[in-house]
């Protein structure tokens, strides 16, 4: 029988130590004829990135030794950095931004000099001896120069494409003769507006006069690619989805109301891959929940594929057969390999070894919910989940409302231990798809135009509100959190509305001022379109940064930051700190040596989300069931 326990004091199986020491982020994939590699991130070595190869029988090798961290600093947020072939792979490391040569004979062999750039979203042009990649230049003074450039094997460097602010997706023609990329401008985001470009390499590997093929201004190209017979495709939104399409003289658009892109917040991301000229596998969101189909690409046929996965990250396929990420509902993500003519499934790597009590698992509840100004919006809802345990039936179990980061961003139904570490406790969560978010087509991700803090945050609490009214949580204990981004939800819910008792602020935002002044370039013009032009809109910054308005603050927060956070610097937490310390309010402060934006680190990793879990405990006033070390509150 379970123990009858309140909510929030409940024990559980799924610990810090089983999310920090027995589980891995799987990264991106890349084959080489019947090799496979990918990167998977390890908390527990320091939070390196490493390089991973399995051969064809199944024997598994760490391809970088520690303390080398595949990782690249383009955009800050990096993403694809690696690329098989030859027997081996090249890669960033991310300590000294050089490419290295790692073939599983030895130490990994640098390929390019030390200085001030990094590379990403690497590719093999193997015919003429090099690679091409994205490079960012960081040795100018001002703002780092983005470029396309051809990295010959024995370390040489020549620009092949420069003179936008951003590149990306840059794509080989399987004959050799063409490079196809996207680039785009300030101040647009890769979801706002971009340019699918086209070019042919001259004698000397050198481009000749470039054409733009789609996009513009108002038009987001997503990941171009190469059918084996040499026809380009890519995915556009013009139609108000990003939907799939095939360049040339008869072009034609796979339409259908579904979302077949993403937010291009880091290098290689993929959502479709070639079986063949006829076939390619698609992952799609429909309203927002992402399924997997074979397209026809004659026809425009597009059968359905019955599988139990809900997320297909990093879509790659060679030889017939297919690897992906894939999330389920109910266990940790895993690396797939799939063979769709044998209908055939294997798991080559699970990001977690443990087998949880199908009990004790909190499956997300899509639930649609009425916002502001008559709307609707979408989130997924997990109740307390826990095996061994049972509240009393009188009492309701506290909210925890998660804000996404981005804001241009998803929250996934797929399983996240760092949810169901809440839910196994008693805490139920409600993970917010806000207008701004993408999956539901271009429309619902312009609703934050010029509304960042406004929108997102009456989503979240109408998303609270409606989960109390329907009597599923505690309105009395409800609090919210959120990273970078989402701090910012969090912050402005907190100082603008009087909905939670309690809230956590990581990495995230409370002058959106300082932040135009003191952040990367990618992100350096994104407030123009969610706030407004900097400085004419200067009125309008001031107006939603919660630092100018901490007399609205009347609760507790607690803020957690990375030290060496080029993207949201710590200054922006701790402005915050001290203005709610001379306002007396209850407010806890944890600051990561040697950590960026986000935290990987299994100790931070650990004690983030245990300080969280004490500040809860404090704040709505129960003990939780596990040993863990209290957090400091200030004020309370």
Not at 254 to 279: H, I, K, R, V
Not at 290 to 309: F, H, K, Q
Not at 340 to 359: F, I, K, Y
């Amino acid at each position: 029988m379970p123990e009858i326990a309140p909510y929030g004091t409940w024990r559980s199986e799924i610990t810090t130590d089983l999310i920090t020491q027995g589980a891995v982020s799987l990264g991106q994939v890349g084959v080489d004829d019947d090799t496979v590699y990918w990167t998977e991130l390890r908390p527990w070595e320091a939070g390196r990135t490493v390089l991973v190869r399995r051969s064809a029988d199944g024997a598994r090798a760490d391809m970088t030794p520690s303390p080398m961290n595949v990782r690249s600093r383009v955009h800050e947020y990096g993403g694809l950095c690696f690329v098989a072939g030859r027997g081996g792979a090249w890669f960033v490391n991310g300590s000294d931004n050089r490419i290295y040569r790692a073939d599983g004979t030895g130490r990994p062999v640098p390929v390019t000099r030390k200085g001030e750039v990094s590379f990403a979203d690497l590719i093999l042009d193997e015919d003429r001896e090099r690679l091409i990649a994205v490079r960012e230049d960081f040795s100018g003074t001002g703002e780092s120069s983005n470029s396309i450039v051809a990295i010959g094997f024995d370390g040489s460097v020549s620009v092949l494409a420069q003179g936008a602010d951003f590149y990306a997706f840059p794509r080989l023609s399987p004959d050799g003769a063409d490079l196809a990329w996207v680039e785009w401008r300030h101040p647009n985001m890769p979801w706002d507006g971009t340019e699918l470009k086209l070019s042919a390499f001259d004698a000397t590997g050198k481009l000749t006069d470039p054409v733009t093929i789609a996009g513009g201004m108002r038009e987001s190209i997503f990941q171009p690619g190469w059918s084996p017979g040499g026809e380009l495709y890519y995915v556009s939104d013009r139609s108000g989805y990003w939907n799939l399409y095939r360049a040339g003289t008869t072009e034609r658009h796979y339409a259908m109301e579904a979302e077949c892109g993403l937010p291009l917040w880091q290098f290689g991301m993929s959502t479709y891959a070639f079986l063949n000229d006829e076939q390619a596998v698609l992952a799609h969101a429909v309203d927002g929940e992402w399924r997997l189909g074979i397209l026809n690409l004659d026809t425009g046929a597009l059968d359905p594929v019955a599988t139990d996965y809900v997320s297909f990250n990093g879509l790659v396929a060679h030889g017939g057969k297919v690897w992906f990420t894939g999330g389920l509902a109910d266990a940790p993500d895993q690396l797939v390999e799939w063979k769709p003519a044998q209908a055939d499934w294997a798991v080559l790597r699970r990001s977690s070894e443990t087998d949880l009590d199908p009990s004790s698992i909190s499956k997300a509840q899509t639930i649609r919910f009425p916002t502001a100004d008559g709307r609707q919006a979408y989130a997924y809802f997990y109740p307390p989940a826990n095996a061994a345990f049972h509240a009393p039936d009188t009492e309701r179990p506290p909210l925890i409302v998660k804000g996404h980061g981005g804001p241009t961003g998803q929250s996934s139904n797929a399983l996240a231990l760092k949810i169901q570490y809440w839910t196994s406790r008693g805490f139920a969560v409600v993970d917010v798809n806000y207008g701004g978010s993408t999956g539901y087509g271009r429309d619902y991700r312009q609703r934050l135009d010029g509304k960042w803090g406004v929108v997102d945050v009456e989503d979240c609490v109408n998303a609270a509100r409606y989960l109390a009214d329907q009597g599923m949580v505690d309105g009395d204990r409800m609090a919210i959190t959120g990273g970078s981004a989402g701090g910012f939800t969090v912050l402005s819910a907190l100082t603008f509305h009087d909905v939670f008792k309690a809230g956590c602020s990581a990495y995230g935002i409370g002058d959106l001022e300082a932040l135009t002044r003191d952040t990367h370039k990618f992100e350096s013009r994104y407030l123009d379109r969610l706030v407004g032009e900097w400085p004419e809109h200067a009125d309008l910054y001031r107006r939603r940064s919660p630092i100018h308005h901490t007399e609205l603050l009347s609760c507790p927060v607690i803020f957690l930051q990375g030290a060496d956070d080029k993207v949201v610097p710590p200054n922006q937490a701790e402005s915050m700190v001290a203005a709610l310390k001379e306002k007396g309010l209850p407010v806890a402060y944890l600051l990561f040596d040697g950590e960026g934006h986000g935290f990987r680190r299994a100790e931070n990793v650990r004690r983030a989300l245990e300080a969280e879990l004490s500040f809860y405990a404090q704040v709505f006033g129960f003990t939780p069931g596990d040993g863990i070390e209290p957090v400091r509150i200030e004020n309370l």
